[in-house]
């Protein structure tokens, strides 16, 4: 028998973001015609042929920011339908929603802050607009793994580099120029490891500006909804409760920083008991088992990637979505 959630578990869902892709991932899951019918609609919003990049495009295709952003997030969206038939019910099972970088326009769909078919226009807007600013300069990333926390950070602030993701214990990626990135390869610090990224320029950094510029202007034509689950913001780890606050966060996430840990943090807090991660996943999954081993409380994770996991996922999901009347009783106490 499935053990079905109690008083006090937090089921959070998660939506991965740019690099977590590889060749052939969506594959499996257009065997399911309903899948296939809505990503097709999807990749039609998009303008992209998504079943192509997601089935035959090699890596450095679907490498292309232009691409992989717009296929990253319709997975997610499609995958989520797939996992919440009704979403009506899924609003009530799932405790709050984060994405990580372009993976935040997911999960604002998913919230109901946006429409799938808004979050489609704006990826394929964001994906274009950073590909462009990306060509006006010679950046790009590295993620430094290891060393002291602190000493990671002065080092980058020393070679005039930004940490434009912060993703918890161990793990900074630093964006900047080629040249300054290479200076910084050249002095490391202590016990850190360095690991080029295969990205295209210097994301979450001022140098993205002129993309802000261009999806806030669309923005400002999209028509908001209050979320109907918690939303935790990559620019702080706060819970936004506001639909035009979610979008307004999200444009300017493009040129600053991601604080991935305090979105853990805040997960923490909320008192997650179980972590689901959308297609294609692994990254988030891997960095919150790092991030709560040992904690005093318990998070399982999982790691959903083809359809024949859809089952165990829902079995999760029953695990750790606290009972509708006592999600009632902790909505009225609250």
Known sequence: MTRQGTVGDMLIVVAPGQGSQTPGFVAPWLEDPTFATRFEWLSSVAGIDLTHAGTKADADEIRATDIAQPLL????????????????????????????????LAAAAGAGAITAEQAMVLVRERGRAMAQASAAADTSMTAVLGGDREAVLASLAAFGLTPANDNGPGQIVAAGTIEQLAAFAADPPA????????????????????????????????????????????????????????????????????????????????????????????????????????????????????????????????????????????????
Not at 75 to 104: C, D, I, K
Request: with cysteine.
């Open 73 to 104: 997030v319709a997975t997610g969206l499609v995958a989520a339908l797939a996992l919440f038939p009704r979403p009506s019910e899924a609003f009530g099972q799932v405790g709050a929603v984060a994405g990580h970088s372009v993976g935040e």
């Open 191 to 334: 016990g850190a490891r360095l690991r080029p990224l295969q990205v295209a320029g210097a994301f979450h950094t001022t140098h993205m500006q002129s993309a802000v510029a261009h999806v806030a202007a669309l923005a400002a034509a999209v028509s908001t909804h209050t979320p109907r689950t918690r939303f935790i913001s990559n620019r702080d780890g706060q819970v936004v409760t506001d639909g035009a606050e979610v979008l307004d966060r999200i444009v300017g996430q493009i040129a600053g920083p991601v604080r991935w840990d305090l979105c853990l943090a805040s997960m923490r807090d909320l008192g997650v008991t179980g972590l689901l991660e959308l297609p294609p996943a692994g990254t988030l999954t891997g960095i919150a088992k790092r991030y709560f081993r040992g904690a005093e409380q318990p998070v399982e994770t999982f790691s959903l990637n083809t359809p024949d996991q859809l089952d165990e996922a829902r079995e999760f999901v029953a695990r750790h979505a606290a009972p509708a009347a006592a999600r009632r009783e902790s909505e009225v106490v609250a």
